[in-house]
């Protein structure tokens, strides 16, 4: 397509799209069975192939919105929680705070695991689609969602509804793996793309979602473009912040204290 017949970023629909899928319908039930046949190995594979350093992640992300989640009457949702590592790293931060916690993923057998993880954590885990949430508007002064969100068939309507799900003065996380440059980038990317989706693949017997994962990176928009996209669904006060030389990265926003919805 001509560049000038291009439309512009916010106005084209993005969103993950795995191979052979035709739709957003059908790009959301290749993601759900992916995740749903990697369950019960999801963690293991986590913890192998980012060698922990995804630990810290959840927790510097956590430890950013410390004071959101103890606000008076706070009710708290991480989005996309698979197995909840991110939802006990929040949960870790209450520190005896009333907020009401909840994670939510559309992967049945995601959240089997992490409510078996939870233990007598006050917890509530609930299935559901990110890009249709069961919860009421305004409902949360926080959402995160730790390397859900990429997985979505649309960004924009992500963005969407974790902003109508925000109260006014709520926040917003999303942590996603990104593309470092220079050298580190290089090497970064020969394990990413080769080592990774192999070893995956071994572990996991599926060969799919490891595949499936550095595509999905590369599909991702760059961080100028996402916190484009942010703006336009309504944040304010939007950046990113690298972690580990860019391997990830969280995107924060802040929905306004009186807010109308952006449409
Ligand atoms: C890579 S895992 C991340 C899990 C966890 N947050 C973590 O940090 O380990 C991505 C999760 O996003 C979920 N997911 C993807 N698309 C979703 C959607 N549209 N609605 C709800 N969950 C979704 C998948 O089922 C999967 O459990």
Not at 39 to 68: C, G, Q
Not at 170 to 181: K, R, T
């Amino acid at each position: 397509m001509p560049e000038q017949n291009k439309p512009a970023p916010s106005q084209r629909i993005v969103g993950a799209a795995p191979a052979g899928a035709r739709d957003e319908a059908a790009a959301a039930d290749a993601v759900r069975d992916m995740f749903t046949s990697i369950a019960p190995r999801y963690d293991l594979l986590n913890h192998v192939l980012s060698m922990n350093i995804d630990r810290v992640w959840w927790k510097r992300t956590a430890r950013l919105f410390s004071e959101v989640l103890r606000r008076p009457n706070a009710q708290a949702l991480d989005l996309c929680c698979g197995t909840g590592d991110m939802t006990f790293a929040l949960h870790r931060r209450l520190k005896g705070a009333p907020t009401k916690l909840i994670g939510a993923d559309f992967s049945h057998a995601m959240l089997v695991r992490a409510e078996r993880k939870a233990g007598n954590r006050d917890i509530r885990w609930v299935e559901a689609d990110a890009l249709n949430l069961p919860f009421a508007s305004g409902q949360f002064q926080l959402v995160t969602s730790a390397f859900g969100f990429r997985n979505l068939a649309n960004y924009d309507r992500g963005l969407a509804e974790i902003y109508r799900v925000l109260a006014p003065n709520g926040e917003v996380g999303i942590l996603d793996f990104g593309e470092p440059q220079g050298l580190i980038g290089k090497l970064y990317r020969v394990y990413f793309r080769r080592v990774l989706p192999a070893i995956g693949t071994m572990i996991s017997g599926v060969s799919g979602p490891y595949a499936y994962l550095p595509a999905s990176v590369l599909r991702f928009p760059s961080p100028d473009e996402m916190l484009q996209r942010m703006r336009a669904a309504g944040f304010r006060q939007v950046s990113w912040t690298p972690y580990t030389f860019g391997i990830a990265g969280l995107y924060r926003g802040k929905k306004a204290a009186t807010s109308c919805n952006p449409e």
